[in-house]
């Protein structure tokens, strides 16, 4: 019972706080966008599905804010999903609870009728559990049964804390430097069956891997769960 307590109060202020501190924090950040030419481009034909890697997930709520991008996000359905959901919320992002084996089917069934309806999804690429930096099918997926293009988003900062999660998110450090890419749209053949997808998620996973390395290259770093003295020793 306290434990459950003390959850309900944290999800009432901890969210709240978050969002307040992190409005002013992010701001002071440089953001400088390559590529996205092509998601205005693709947005422009009608909705577009955008998967990012789970350890940039604290930035990507305020980037899509700012930009004013109308979009549903999938967010885990575990306890911790609830803050985001939660952060999601108060920044006006509207989210969709759901993850590879908790409530995985409603989801993306909820996922498809929004993409018909026109709105911009964004996807966990490597899900709620990793393993990290590994595309999951659902993107494939619904690219398949919508023809959506996939816009895959990566972004790298020069400064910032990585925590010791599963991920190694990544919270940028006031008045940092970062690289926001987006990929070239990628196209799915339509019903797609379980090896047609195996093979489109490959795809995926290396074109998100590469912009991946180009963002921390950029901001002088071979990947953002190595210190700078792992990667000067290389």
Request: a positive charge.
């Amino acid at each position: 019972m306290v434990g459950k307590f003390f959850y309900r109060v944290s999800l009432a202020i901890l969210p709240r706080l978050y969002v307040g501190v992190t409005r002013l924090w992010f701001a002071t950040c440089r953001c400088t966008l390559r590529g996205e030419q092509h998601f205005e481009a693709a947005r422009k034909q009608g909705a577009v599905i955008v998967p990012f890697w789970h350890y940039s997930i604290l930035y990507i709520f305020h980037h899509v804010r700012v930009r004013r991008y109308p979009a549903v996000v999938l967010v885990s359905a575990s306890r911790d999903g609830e803050y985001i959901a939660r952060i999601a919320g108060l920044l006006a992002v509207e989210t969709v609870r759901g993850s590879s084996n908790r409530q995985g089917v409603p989801a993306l069934k909820r996922l498809l009728r929004f993409i018909r309806d026109g709105r911009n999804v964004g996807i966990v690429a490597d899900g709620s559990q990793g393993p990290a930096r590994r595309v999951q099918p659902g993107a494939i997926f619904l690219a398949s049964r919508t023809g959506a293009p996939i816009m895959p988003m990566v972004w790298a900062a020069d400064r910032y804390k990585a925590f010791r999660s599963w991920d190694r998110t990544v919270l940028p450090m006031p008045f940092c430097r970062i690289i926001m890419r987006y990929g070239e749209p990628m196209n799915v053949p339509p019903k797609l069956q379980a090896e047609g997808i195996e093979e489109f998620r490959l795809r995926l996973e290396r074109r998100m891997n590469d912009l991946y390395h180009q963002v921390w290259a950029e901001c002088g770093r071979v990947r953002h769960d190595r210190g700078r003295e792992a990667e000067e020793d290389r």
